[in-house]
């Protein structure tokens, strides 16, 4: 009983081996298989779809002051105030300093008193007026008795007495013009004095200097007491402030010589500040139409209101143009296209192989172009690594990433 006890035992043994060394060969076989097995690369892939495009240029444009000026005095005189300073809000007529010119007031009381002497003038002489115009209707009075005394009887009055009359009376009628020459002559010298009175007036009220517009005081050049010549002395300008309109900004911004047919007044654009984070609509409102010889691009101008100030003059934007767009384009990621002579895609079909495609671009967007000939709707596109594939082969197509469809986007910036 006892070595039949042991050989059951040994044939158990011998069984758990058994099975063990089958367990471990078909373990092995299929290590084998497996290695046997072809290994796909994977591959990244892009359904080629319908969608809205748009050619966009991004390009870099500065804020300026509306308007800017020095303002300078019209006449020469010493700062009695200045009311301003730099960072000050002003409005128009405003006013920014004063000016103290005494030889300008003394110019003013002489051009007064002018004036008056002539209107005194005048009063004198048409008082001679007066004068002569009496003792010219006496004599002219005494010649008329003369005349029809010697008409009604011939020889009455002798000749020689008619004819001197007659003298007479002429002779008080030319005094009697002369007068009234010289009452027109006294009145006109009256409009000269008065002329020269707003002349003066008008210099003088020049020494107070107001502001021409509303805005801003970006410098102030002198203080109380300083010299300030006049504005019109050449080689002597100084002005008492600069002042800048910024409650509507300036945005300049060079459009490349390329896309200047795609640019018009009314042209929508997005502007960026980066300084402020603000991103807001804006419309082009003029441009240069010329486009510079030395940097081959066209000054344009977007016009931002700016009514707390919080943009500044001399800050930087990016300013985003749509020059053209469509609707339902068939569009591809950039970052597929294969650049060429003929561009091209790859992509794979439904057996899993790769297709190279030459295609026809259209508008080509920030991370996108449309392709107008070439490719379907559900197209598979490869994305990356197209060096690496050969058509034919066979791949395991894998979902893009956005990340990797979109990573042109900030290689675009500036150009289309």
């Not at 290994?39 to 870099?60: C, D, E, K, R, W």
């Not at 110019?107 to 009063?123: D, F, R, Y």
């Amino acid at each position: 009983m006892r070595a039949k006890g042991l050989f059951l035992i040994a044939a158990c043994v011998l069984a758990a081996i058994l099975l063990l060394f089958y367990l471990l060969h078909i373990h092995h076989r299929t290590e084998a298989a497996a290695d046997a097995a072809p290994a796909y690369p994977a591959v990244s892939v892009a359904m080629a779809h319908p969608g809205f495009i748009a050619n966009q240029l991004t390009v870099a444009g500065v804020f300026q002051a509306f308007q800017e000026i020095d303002v300078h005095g019209k006449v020469s005189g010493y700062i009695r105030h200045i009311y301003v300073d730099i960072g000050d809000r002003v409005h128009q007529g405003q006013t920014l300093a004063v000016l103290e010119v005494p030889e300008l007031q003394a110019e003013v009381a002489g051009a007064q008193a002018g004036i008056t002497q002539s209107q005194q003038n005048i009063l004198r002489l048409q008082n001679e007026v007066a004068r002569e115009q009496a003792g010219y209707a006496a004599v002219h009075a005494n010649y008329v008795r003369l005349k029809q005394a010697s008409d009604q009887q011939p020889g009455l009055v002798a000749a020689q007495e008619l004819d001197d009359a007659l003298a007479k009376d002429r002779t008080a009628a030319s005094q009697v013009d002369a007068a009234k020459s010289a009452v027109a002559a006294a009145q006109g010298q009256l409009g000269v004095s008065r002329a020269e009175n707003l002349r003066v007036t008008s210099m003088e009220q020049y020494a107070t200097i107001t502001a021409p517009y509303s805005g801003v005081v970006t410098m102030r050049y002198a203080d109380t007491g300083s010299l300030i010549p006049a504005g019109t002395a050449e080689g002597l300008n100084q002005a008492v402030v600069r002042l800048a309109q910024s409650d509507v900004l300036r945005l300049r911004m060079p459009v490349p010589e390329r896309d200047v047919p795609f640019v018009h007044v009314g042209s929508q654009v997005t502007v960026h500040v980066q300084a402020t984070g603000q991103q807001f609509p804006g419309t082009v409102v003029r441009y240069t139409r010329d486009v510079s010889n030395s940097t081959r691009t066209m000054l344009t101008e977007v016009d931002v209101k700016n009514p707390d100030l919080t943009l500044t003059p001399g800050m930087y934007a990016d300013v985003t143009f749509n020059l053209e767009q469509k609707d339902n384009a068939l569009m591809v990621p950039a970052s597929a296209i294969i650049q060429g002579d003929q561009p091209s895609v790859m992509l794979v079909d439904n057996h899993n192989r790769v297709q190279k495609r030459p295609i026809v671009l259209g508008i080509g967007g920030a991370n996108s172009q449309e392709v107008t000939s070439g490719l379907q709707p559900g197209d598979r596109i490869i994305i990356g690594g197209q060096s690496e594939l050969q058509p034919g082969q066979q791949v395991t197509p894998q979902p893009a990433k956005s990340g990797l469809e979109n990573y042109r986007q900030t290689s675009q910036k500036g150009g289309q």
